[in-house]
């Protein structure tokens, strides 16, 4: 007797997911808190786009589907606007974690003020390559998030010395610097500060940077130190090895 297969029909939920995420576009104009959408489809709604269709192209789209429950938003590929980090500020307070980084920067240093100066309980966040970040967006950052801990500003070249002067109140464990505008003053200032002693995972590559400013360092904390493109001829590199689980330098 010969026994026959029968496929099992995807899950209700998967299946309406699915149509909802392939024609998002059509749901532009209508307002998702008023179908009492669930919070969790919303958050599962905005994780799919982005990693699976590229980001939203369309800031209202996004806008619509923002609410409290958000603890980490990834903007990668999505079009960030003003009224999009509005839009962040009054929907999503509880936020730890955001990705601005590979997005598509329309916004302004207004929409930037905002979301810097009242996101209070943001603990990471990452912006590389963003040329209207400079030393007075990263003081308003640092002011505003007692809990910020990763840090991640590659590229971003108005970021300089001045930085260091707010950023060594903030017990910071990773922070990517590099490509930006700092020199060794930068680790003079932080030397004994929480932010320098704190310091697990650094990245200064391609910046000026030298042997005298990474001498100040707490080895005894840092791990992981990034310093391709430096001007380090003196360093002892055998030593750092001895102190640290990865060292990226290519000489």
């Not at 029968?6 to 392939?22: M, S």
């Not at 209070?120 to 030393?135: F, G, V």
Request: net charge negative; hydrophobic share 40%.
């Amino acid at each position: 007797m010969s026994s026959t297969v029968i496929a099992q029909p995807p899950p209700l939920y998967n299946t309406c997911f699915n149509f909802v995420t392939q024609h998002l576009k059509q749901y532009t104009h209508i307002d998702c808190t008023g179908l009492k959408m669930p919070s969790l489809i919303k958050n599962s709604i905005i994780d799919y786009v982005v990693k699976v269709q590229g980001g939203f192209d369309d800031d209202e789209q996004l806008a619509l589907l923002l609410n409290p429950t958000l603890i980490q938003l990834n903007l990668t590929g999505s079009t960030i606007t003003d009224r999009l980090l509005l839009a962040v500020v009054e929907k999503c307070p509880n936020l730890k974690r955001l990705t601005l980084t590979k997005g598509n920067y329309r916004f302004s240093r207004k929409g930037l003020k905002a979301l810097f100066g009242r996101l209070h309980h943001l603990e990471e966040i990452s912006a590389k390559n963003c040329a209207l970040i400079d030393d007075s967006l990263v003081a308003k950052l640092a002011l505003n998030c007692p809990n910020l801990h990763l840090l991640d500003l590659e590229a971003c070249a108005n970021v300089s010395n001045c930085s260091a002067e707010f950023l060594k109140h903030r017990r910071i464990t990773n922070l990517n610097l590099s490509h930006t505008s700092i020199s060794d003053k930068f680790f003079k200032v932080l030397a004994d500060s929480p932010c320098g002693t704190s310091l697990i995972d650094l990245n200064v590559s391609y910046c000026n940077i030298t042997s005298a400013g990474l001498e100040v360092l707490h080895w005894q904390s840092l791990k992981y130190l990034g310093i391709d493109g430096c001007d380090l001829d003196d360093f002892d590199c055998i030593d750092v090895a001895n102190n640290l689980a990865f060292v990226h330098w290519t000489i």
